[in-house]
């Protein structure tokens, strides 16, 4: 299943969020995976094979606040959810400029 709307737009649109689990339990589609799409220089995907205890986001607070994503969308806990987005997006923006 290929993603036509981003997770905010999901979160906002989908009364119960626990059928995006699927979705929020995968690197390549969860909300970091999204960031990583769309800043590709700036959030850097590692494989599993280069961290001994899962694949994800090199950054630590991006993958902290991956997890913390799936856990609000398995819980149906909306408020909780677009407020990691938000998080996502601040630290984003925060590997940004450190990157410049």
Known sequence: ??????????VIETQDL?????LANEWATCAVGEAATQHPCVVMMIRESERAW???PEDETL?????SFQWAIGNNDRA???AILDQIDDRVL?????AT
């Open 1 to 10: 299943m290929i993603p036509t709307k981003t997770w905010r737009e999901r």
């Open 18 to 22: 626990s059928p995006l689990f699927p």
């Open 54 to 56: 899962n694949d994800g």
């Open 63 to 67: 993958n902290r606040l991956g997890f």
């Open 80 to 82: 909780r959810a677009l």
């Open 94 to 98: 925060a590997l940004k400029r450190k």
